[in-house]
């Protein structure tokens, strides 16, 4: 996951077929999930459009928001509860549409990120 902007992030279940061809490049983000290093969103989507596949939304956009110090750290956080929270829904992707990060005017030092994501299902294009 980029450093600088994380919105628009990817990330795709390790045992998701993709389109032939489609060149992604990867790297483990967390258990079963990989992030997309190499392909912004709107690449993906038309790439994987192209190949006369679809990339869908399938649920509404969930957000949740974490506190502590370590901005990587509460991301991380923060994703690992929008998967837990749409564990019982079908989708093999993950969009992270919106990070913004606020620092809490009473505690200095504590900071909390608002994570918003959207369930995405990549498929074979029905006929």
Not at 51 to 62: D, H, K
Not at 80 to 85: F, G, P, T
């Amino acid at each position: 996951m980029s450093d600088n902007n994380t919105a628009e992030t990817i990330l795709i279940r390790e045992s998701t077929l993709l389109p032939a061809g489609l060149a992604v490049v990867s790297e483990v983000f967390l258990p079963q999930w990989r992030v997309v290093k190499n392909l912004d969103h709107s690449t993906l989507a038309r790439n994987i459009e192209g190949a006369n596949w679809t990339f869908l939304c399938v649920g509404r956009e969930i957000r949740t928001t974490v506190f502590g110090i370590d901005d990587k750290k509460m991301i991380l956080r923060a994703i690992k509860e929008i998967l837990a929270r749409l564990k019982s829904e079908k989708f093999n992707s993950l969009e992270i549409t919106r990070v913004a990060s606020v620092a809490s005017k009473r505690f200095s030092d504590v900071r909390y990120i608002t994570v918003s994501g959207q369930s995405r299902l990549i498929q074979k294009a029905l006929a």
